[in-house]
């Protein structure tokens, strides 16, 4: 689908909203005070390239809602973003902390650039003057960034220290997905992907089935994608039978091994004509004859178009908003599990939490300890959500708003901010 054909993510995020607004009968103050973000900014980053050349880049921070605590969310770098895509991110953040219920509001951020095409010192100097840009309005108390799509702990790292410059003390608890060196958490770089697939496990408890021997298919191999091809293939014994990412991707009836592709990927920079599979496309991959589709890439690629045609009975949406407010209608009523994003790729800011805390006490955990609070946080989550949806007789991602939203109104009710 071209980028121009997707559709405007903040706007189903909107909708979204206002589905479970209208069965809370959300006072009509709150509502509104919760379909916009409560601060935004747009900054213009001057990059020096290596030619000696100046090009100028477009950057973005919103602040959707901090009624539960400092804002929280990752910083995009993608050619395709735009304002409504960062809004819409800084909306689900909101609802994905309150989800899981820990103290931190949403955000997000993002910059206009394709990262594939800077040398690493000019991604360097981009990091650096994106952070110099939005400084001034973040900090352990106000605003914790994070990595997403194609942004890195190494880039976490230099954004740490140009931020440690400017306020000239250590601060590590501003940013989170650092490298362990500099005080990031265990667990962090496997999270998101770790705690969707504990959902996974538990939803297909409550279906009555285990993941073991089940098929599956991802789309996106990055983070979230490549992590969650080794889990699910390795401790869950799931077949993986297609993975995909930017280029395409690829199938095979018999499966994917992870050793194989990851190193496939990282040789050739793409898991595109892997030896033994065959190369299908993106769009192909979402509608294989799978028991688990797992969209781990961008948004909207679930549409009205293509929801009757998916197969899969499960869809853990690791990505954030993969699937539009008519494919969720066309999904519900196929019957199709939908594990909702903020609920299933609430993994990663939770451990980002664990790491903020860490930060703030100085003192580090174990992985088995992160693990443990981790799996606790998460499968109290889905069991609220899943008991939620059962309640009210909805989809999951409706179950999963009606508790954020009464949560996060709760917060600005008695803030008396609305
Ligand atoms: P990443 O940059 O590590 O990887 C992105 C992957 O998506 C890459 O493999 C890339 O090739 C692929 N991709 C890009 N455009 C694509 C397209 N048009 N079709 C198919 N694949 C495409 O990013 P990530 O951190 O893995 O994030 C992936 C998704 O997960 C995003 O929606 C992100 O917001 C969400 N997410 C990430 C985290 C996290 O902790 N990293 C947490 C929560 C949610």
Not at 215 to 243: D, F, P
Not at 249 to 273: E, Q
Not at 354 to 374: D, H, K
Request: hydrophobic share 40%; proline share 5%; aromatic share 6%.
């Amino acid at each position: 689908m071209l980028e121009s054909q997707r559709p405007n993510p903040f706007a189903m995020a909107q909708e979204q909203l206002d589905q479970a607004a209208a069965i809370l009968q959300l006072d009509p103050s709150l509502h509104t005070f919760l379909r916009e973000p409560m601060r935004e900014m747009h900054v213009t980053i001057p990059l020096r390239m290596d030619d000696g050349s100046m090009r100028i880049y477009r950057g973005y921070r919103v602040q959707y809602n901090t009624a539960r605590g400092p804002a929280k969310g990752g910083i995009r770098f993608h050619s395709a973003e735009t304002v409504d895509t960062v809004r819409a991110l800084a909306a689900w953040m909101t609802w994905k902390t309150a989800v899981v219920d820990i103290p931190l509001g949403g955000g997000k951020g993002g910059v206009v650039c394709n990262p594939k095409e800077l040398s690493p010192s000019e991604l360097e100097r981009l990091s650096r003057g994106y952070i110099r840009a939005i400084g001034g309005f973040v900090g352990p108390e106000i605003d914790v960034p994070a990595p997403d799509v194609y942004t890195t702990p190494q880039i976490m790292a230099w954004m740490l220290d140009e931020y440690e410059n400017m306020v000239r003390h250590h601060a590590p608890g501003v940013i989170t997905g650092k490298p362990l060196i500099m005080g990031g958490s265990q667990g962090r770089f496997e999270s998101t992907a770790r705690g969707g697939i504990i959902v996974l496990r538990e939803a297909a408890k409550q279906l009555g089935t285990a993941l073991c021997g089940k098929t599956m298919a991802i789309q996106g191999y990055g983070n979230a994608g490549q992590h969650a091809h080794r889990i699910a293939s390795g401790e869950c014994e799931t077949r993986v039978l297609a993975v995909s990412d930017s280029k395409g991707g690829i199938y095979s009836a018999r499966g994917l091994d992870y050793a194989a592709v990851s190193a496939h990927k990282a040789a050739t920079g793409s898991v595109r004509d892997f030896p033994g599979a065959d190369n299908i496309t993106n769009e192909e991959l979402l509608t294989l004859d799978v028991d688990v589709l797992v969209p781990a890439a961008l948004e909207g690629v679930i549409t009205k178009a293509n929801a009757d045609q998916v197969k899969a009975k499960i869809v853990a949406e690791l990505a954030n908003g993969p699937t539009t407010p008519e494919a969720d209608a066309i999904l519900f009523d196929k019957g199709v599990y939908v594990l909702p994003d903020f609920l299933c790729n609430a993994g990663g800011v939770v451990v980002s939490y664990f790491e903020m805390v860490q930060n703030a006490s100085a003192y580090y955990w174990t992985p088995e300890e992160v693990g443990q609070r981790l799996e606790a946080k998460m499968t109290t989550a889905y069991d609220a959500v899943h008991e939620m949806a059962q309640r009210h007789h909805v989809n999951n991602r409706v179950g999963a708003y009606l508790i954020s939203v009464q949560r996060v109104a709760e917060a600005v009710r008695m803030r008396g901010w609305a």
